[in-house]
């Protein structure tokens, strides 16, 4: 894999690699060639090392031991115990994040290492998602796992066409709402040097997937037409019917802003938003309206002022609301037009633009099949 030359006499117990300062190993017989490999670039007499470069790559802080070394980290990814080839290809092209430097081509994404018999955490700091597995999930003794971010563009094993086509699905059964935003496409490959592991876990493990919403504002970035936070899930790839299906979560973290799922078998996973057509927290406010009562004016306990109006709010991202008299007259047809925000205000005017009299009126909210009904009175 690495394209060095192992000086060794019969004997030793120790090996130089040709073209490396400094780079030296231990040889235990028997050993399997991936521990050769990666004795490689250790270190044994110091058991730590500051850095080893070779070509624009460097590794920092390893050890042989299994539970030794500091994480390495840089970009969105951390690992212990991996080494990557210090030889540049000559036509290769570089990617870095932080102060970690990734050749195109070249285990990108990075395959990290585990064990059968230890608990399996991979994370990616730099975006709060991490997959974990209890020991012995996997009947392979040791294998490599990839957590490829970029599976709505660049796959490991999964057909683009299959991910095109749950696109095509999605948006004709939800809208353009429900698209996978991009770099929220995540695929999970198992494997060891017999092959991928595609079959359910003996045990269980969790997928936690991170979205972004720097500023707070509930609306997930880059979203386009604007879909909100709390309507984000984890959907999962069909691969035989070619469509997303959406998992149950185990775990919503608004701060943190992460979706975690049971994950029974590895595949592709996409956070997926879709239009919020929920009316249960709509509502109206204030009421009573009264803009000339002794009470007036804006905030708790207020009741209104004529400049401010009636204001709903929790509203759908779609729909209408409807203003009626108590015997059923219509007064005013209010759309929701802009799906980023919530609120709604009414001037308390009538569609013919006059002010509506002293009354008790009827408010209704309908999105979709979804329906909720309030009362208003207004005092002048």
């Known amino acids: 894999m690495f394209f060095y030359n192992i000086n060794m006499s019969e004997g030793d117990t ?12 231990i040889f235990r017989e028997n ?13 044994p007499a110091a058991g730590l090392f500051a850095a080893s470069a070779g070509g624009e790559y460097q590794l920092a802080s390893y050890s042989a031991g299994v539970a030794g070394g500091s994480v390495l980290s840089g970009g969105e ?3 212990k115990g991996a080494a990557a080839q210090p030889v540049l290809p000559p036509d290769a092209s570089l990617r870095g994040g932080g102060a970690y430097t990734d050749r195109a081509g070249f285990y990108n994404p990075p395959h990290l290492t585990y064990q059968r018999s230890l608990a399996t955490t991979l994370a990616l700091p730099g975006s709060n998602s991490s997959l974990t597995l209890p020991s012995g999930s996997i009947e392979m003794e040791m294998f490599d796992i990839v957590l490829n971010k970029n599976a709505g563009s660049t796959q490991i094993s999964v057909d683009q066409g299959k991910i095109d086509l749950a696109n095509s699905r999605m948006a004709t059964n939800e809208g353009a709402w429900a698209l996978p ?6 695929e999970t490959y198992i494997f060891d040097e017999q092959g991928s592991w595609n079959e359910p876990f003996k045990k269980p493990g969790y997928l936690t997937l991170a979205y972004r919403d720097d500023n707070g504002d509930g609306i997930i970035d880059g979203s386009n037409p604007p879909v909100r ?6 959907w ?26 049971p994950l029974l078998e590895p595949g592709v996973f996409a956070i ?8 249960k927290n709509a509502h109206a406010y204030p009421v009573p309206f009264r803009p000339n009562g ?5 905030g708790a306990g207020k009741t209104g002022t004529a400049a401010a109006g009636i204001t709903f709010t929790g509203l759908p991202q779609v729909g209408r609301i409807e203003i009626y008299t108590l015997d059923g007259q219509l007064v005013k047809k209010l759309p929701i037009e802009n799906p980023a925000s919530a609120e709604i205000k009414w001037d308390v005017r009538n569609s013919a633009g006059e002010k509506v009299r002293s009354d008790v009126y009827i408010w209704r909210i309908i999105s979709g099949s979804n329906v909720k009904a309030g009362k208003l009175m207004i005092i002048w």
């Open 236 to 261: 999962g790839l069909d691969e035989d019917r070619d469509m997303w299906v959406k998992l149950p979560p185990s775990g919503l973290d608004d701060a943190a802003r992460t979706i975690t799922i």
């Open 294 to 298: 002794g009470a007036a004016g804006i």
């Open 272 to 279: 997926i938003a879709t239009v919020d057509d929920s009316v």
């Open 181 to 186: 935003l991009t770099g929220n496409i995540t």
């Open 229 to 234: 936070a709390d309507t984000a899930r984890v």
């Open 31 to 43: 050993a399997p060639a991936f521990f050769l490999c990666l004795c490689a670039v250790l270190s």
């Open 77 to 79: 990814y951390a690992s």
């Open 14 to 25: 120790a090996f130089e690699l040709d073209g490396v300062s400094g780079a030296r190993g």
